[in-house]
């Protein structure tokens, strides 16, 4: 019978929590040029010289913090979950596999397996619902250097991004109902950051994004492609779905490594100006990943929540990710059929 290969890809996490693990992530994570868009040899330095033997045991130790004992890191456990029951509801004339984009499973052997099945077609799917070079982006160039080396390329295609995907912002808008919202001082959507100049590059025209006042607050046809205003768009949905008004919610970035800009207003300076501001309770969601993962179950939960408190709030909420919601398979199987 003939089948239809679907590749499920996210970004990776190391195979343990040790600090060798970790650093051959970060090794292998920030080696990426699309990651760290520096010239090869300065990145070399930076990363092996730097960043992994400073970073790893520092990391590792979040990594601990979130490792389940039977079910090991958040961003794999929920992958694996969200693989079996996309496989599941789509049957048997589907072959579904899951890869990384860094570390375990890798993306050459999902490939080889769909490869030694068969399959007629191949669709990729970036589990990033907006795109961006460093994550995407990064995948296509992956699989499309692995394919190229085949005798035979099949048919292929990929799913660059799905801000807007009306499922996928439901799953989003459920999931914070039962924390009821309104009762929240105030609203985050807190995304993860990218360095300003790989707006820049993405920016085709090379005079919009980050030289327009207000560029990427609202998506046009000129910015379509830009990881901010997606990340814009997906955070008016969200809080439209749930009739949140303008003025109650902020779209901010997390996660910034290293000293050059990245994409602003920074999180950990928004929740400092909103506690100065005599904001209690904040809710916040991270429609960036798919999965909850280190950067919302200890990045939000844990050191946001801290530095809010030091700063005089009283808690800070994570509205929990797709992660394994029928509503978001669903979303899943509508991209595939569609
Ligand atoms: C939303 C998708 C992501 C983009 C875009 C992205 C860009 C990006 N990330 C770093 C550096 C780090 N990210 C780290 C963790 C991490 N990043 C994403 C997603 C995107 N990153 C996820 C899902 C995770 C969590 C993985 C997990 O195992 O749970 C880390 C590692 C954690 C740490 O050491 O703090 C780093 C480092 C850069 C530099 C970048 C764009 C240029
Ligand atoms: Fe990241
Ligand atoms: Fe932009």
Redesign the pocket.
Known sequence: MSKKGILLV?????DSPSTAN?RK??NE??MDG????INPVSRALLVKGI?APF??P??AK??QA?WDQETG????HYSIMQHQLLQQQLGSQYQVELAMRYQSPSIESALERLKANLVDSIQVIAL???Y?S???GSVFDKVMDIVRKWQTIPPISFINSFHDNALMIETFADNAKKYDPDTYDHILFS?????QR?LIKCDHTGQYCLKVENCCSTLNDTNKFC?SAQCHDTARLIAEKLGIPKERYTICFQ?R??SDPWVKPYTSEIIKKLAGEGKKRLLVFCP??V???????Y?VSVEYNDEFKEAGGEHIQLVESLNDSPKWIQALKEMVIA
């Not at 995304?191 to 360095?195: I, M, Q, R, T």
């Not at 909850?292 to 179950?297: A, H, R, S």
């Open positions: 996210n970004l990776g996490t190391p970790v992530y970060l994570f920030l699309r990651v760290i868009d960043i970073r790893s520092k990391s979040l990594y979130i890191s958040p961003l794999l990033f619902p907006q961006a460093a994550s995407s995304f993860h950051g990218l360095p790989q990881y996660s490594l290293g960036a990943f999965a909850d993962c280190l950067e919302t179950v990045e």
